[in-house]
């Protein structure tokens, strides 16, 4: 199995630049694309894709969100952070199988 | 508007069964894979579940292969999950999220909460 591996907590102050890592055990490139996928979710509501295939933006998400990576190092960047970001980050691999990391909670100080 | 919607909802005795649905709209249902996905309270999320945009294929994390079963009814927009044996780690929310063929999630429905306990 595809392990995923994130830093539990992250605090930033409001209008700086927020980064979260996911190392990966095994290389989740293949054929060019990196299997790599973010997510954001605030407090009692679903996830929401962020990026996809490691720096894609999905439809709707503003261009403060960021996506960076290959093989096993990904980052995910928001910046300038905003009070609204409060929320935990997960990554997620598609290379085999599916599997999420255990998430990043966001603070904005 | 994609929207996906759960139901099925409820408290359950420890070896019990339970079956969940989740309604699709605002996309052609029947052209994408569709996924369930779990977080137990206050936890991380857990993939659970996979089925083929035709059913041909379904996958299963460990941790369900042989209790949960994935299905869905094309003609219903209708995504299922039968849970089976179940036990007092298989409560939490349960999420259908359709399926970009590059292996993430684009939509989420808003989830169901399942318990086990005696």
């Known amino acids: 199995d595809i392990v995923l591996t994130q830093s539990p907590a992250l605090a930033v102050s409001l209008g700086q630049r927020a980064t979260i890592s996911c190392k990966t055990n095994?290389?989740?490139?293949?054929?060019?694309?990196?299997?790599m996928h973010w997510y954001q979710q605030k407090p009692g509501q679903q996830p929401k894709l962020l990026i996809y295939?490691?720096?894609n933006l999905a439809s709707g998400i503003p261009a403060r969100f960021s996506g960076r990576g290959s093989g096993t190092d990904f980052t995910l960047t928001i910046d300038p952070v905003e009070a609204d970001d409060t929320a935990t980050y997960y990554c997620?691999?598609?290379?085999?199988?599916?599997?999420f990391g255990s998430g990043t909670k966001l603070e904005i100080k | 508007e994609v929207q996906l919607v759960e139901s099925g909802e409820g408290l359950v005795q420890p070896g019990s069964s339970m079956k969940l649905s989740c309604v699709a709209s605002?996309?052609?249902?029947?052209?994408?894979?569709m996924n369930w996905i779990r977080q137990a309270p206050k936890k991380g999320l857990e993939w659970i579940a996979l089925?083929?945009?035709?059913?041909?294929?379904?996958y299963y994390a460990d941790s369900v292969k042989g209790r949960f079963t994935i299905s869905r009814d094309n003609s219903k927009n209708t995504l299922y999950l039968e849970m089976n044996s179940l036990r007092s780690e298989d409560t939490a929310m349960y999420y259908c999220?359709?399926?970009?063929?590059?292996?993430?999630?684009?939509?989420w429905g808003q989830g169901v909460m399942v318990t086990v306990s005696s």
């Open positions: 605002g996309f052609t249902f029947s052209n994408y894979g």
């Open positions: 095994q290389n989740v490139d293949y054929y060019g694309n990196s299997y």
């Open positions: 997620q691999q598609s290379r085999n199988l599916l599997t």
């Open positions: 089925i083929y945009y035709d059913s041909s294929s379904k």
């Open positions: 295939l490691a720096s």
């Open positions: 999220a359709k399926y970009n063929n590059y292996g993430y999630f684009d939509y």
